[in-house]
């Protein structure tokens, strides 16, 4: 048997980011631009070396690992919340993290190099993280080969530029830093439920920077109703 058909691998970093649980996660890696996190590398992997360069380059893939969407057994389809959760496609026409192998793929912007004496941290925007996912490699993007002119997009694509009318009371958002504000909005914007629940009486929830924030939505509109 070839080695690599049974290959393991290490995790290089880890993230931190204001989502300690899965919901109200971006589905897709770059919808939140003002949304941050950093990618805290493990030794020896924070050599500095290692990292010579990267600075040049805008943007980052980074390959990590769906930590909570382990299964044991190959699922061949699966059901895109794009389609409202109702409907199969095939695994691999999909990036939903039930996977034969449970990686993920995320494009961020590359925001700042963090060197300290204990290593390297990268700081970056866009991602779709939850806090201490695992990462197995990042790799520089490069415009003239990963950007694909007239691409299509399939069944992704339907939505793709759907947001929510995102109100906040002032003095509710006032209890969020200045500098998670906007990120926050973003996140509500992209409609943090899962696409098969649309139950206006309902009160939904989630954990972002510390906080619990609680909303709800009626037609296109998103109001929060509490922030502790």
Same mark, same amino acid.
């Given at each position: 048997?070839?080695?690599?058909?049974?290959? !393991?691998?290490?995790?290089?970093?880890?993230?931190?980011?204001?989502?300690?649980?899965?919901?109200?996660?971006?589905?897709? !890696?770059?919808?939140?631009?003002?949304?941050?996190?950093?990618?805290?590398?493990?030794?020896?992997?924070? $050599?500095?070396?290692?990292?010579?360069?990267?600075?040049?380059?805008?943007?980052?893939?980074?390959?990590?690992?769906?930590?909570?969407?382990?299964?044991?057994?190959?699922?061949?389809? /699966?059901?895109?919340?794009?389609?409202?959760?109702?409907?199969?496609?095939?695994?691999?026409?999909?990036?939903?993290?039930?996977?034969?192998?449970?990686?993920?793929? !995320?494009?961020?912007?590359?925001?700042?190099?963090?060197?300290?004496?204990?290593?390297?941290?990268? =700081?970056?925007?866009?991602? $779709?993280?939850? $806090?201490?996912?695992?990462?197995?490699?990042?790799?520089?993007?490069?415009?003239?080969?990963?950007?694909?002119?007239?691409?299509?997009?399939?069944?992704?694509?339907?939505? !793709?530029?759907?947001?929510?009318?995102? =109100?906040?009371?002032?003095?509710?958002?006032?209890? /969020?830093?200045?500098?998670?504000?906007?990120?926050?909005?973003?996140?509500?914007?992209?409609?943090?439920?899962?696409?098969?629940?649309?139950?206006?009486?309902?009160?939904?929830?989630?954990?972002?920077?510390?906080?619990?924030?609680?909303?709800?939505?009626?037609?296109?509109?998103?109001? /929060?109703?509490?922030?502790?």
């Amino acid at each position: 048997m070839d080695y690599l058909s049974n290959i !393991s691998i290490t995790a290089i970093a880890r993230v931190k980011s204001d989502f300690p649980t899965k919901f109200g996660i971006p589905r897709q !890696s770059g919808l939140c631009k003002n949304l941050l996190s950093q990618i805290v590398f493990n030794p020896p992997y924070c $050599d500095e070396n290692a990292f010579r360069g990267i600075e040049q380059f805008s943007h980052l893939w980074v390959i990590w690992g769906f930590s909570e969407n382990i299964t044991q057994a190959f699922q061949p389809t /699966v059901r895109p919340p794009k389609l409202g959760g109702n409907e199969r496609r095939g695994v691999f026409a999909t990036r939903s993290p039930f996977r034969p192998n449970p990686l993920g793929l !995320s494009c961020v912007k590359l925001e700042k190099v963090i060197r300290t004496d204990e290593g390297i941290t990268l =700081e970056v925007s866009g991602g $779709d993280m939850k $806090d201490g996912t695992p990462v197995f490699d990042i790799k520089p993007y490069i415009p003239y080969a990963d950007c694909v002119e007239n691409a299509s997009g399939g069944f992704a694509q339907q939505h !793709s530029t759907d947001r929510l009318t995102v =109100e906040i009371p002032s003095a509710l958002l006032e209890r /969020v830093p200045e500098n998670k504000r906007a990120a926050l909005t973003e996140v509500l914007s992209l409609d943090p439920r899962p696409a098969y629940q649309n139950d206006e009486t309902r009160t939904y929830g989630f954990e972002f920077a510390g906080f619990e924030v609680k909303f709800r939505v009626e037609q296109t509109t998103l109001t /929060v109703v509490s922030i502790e």
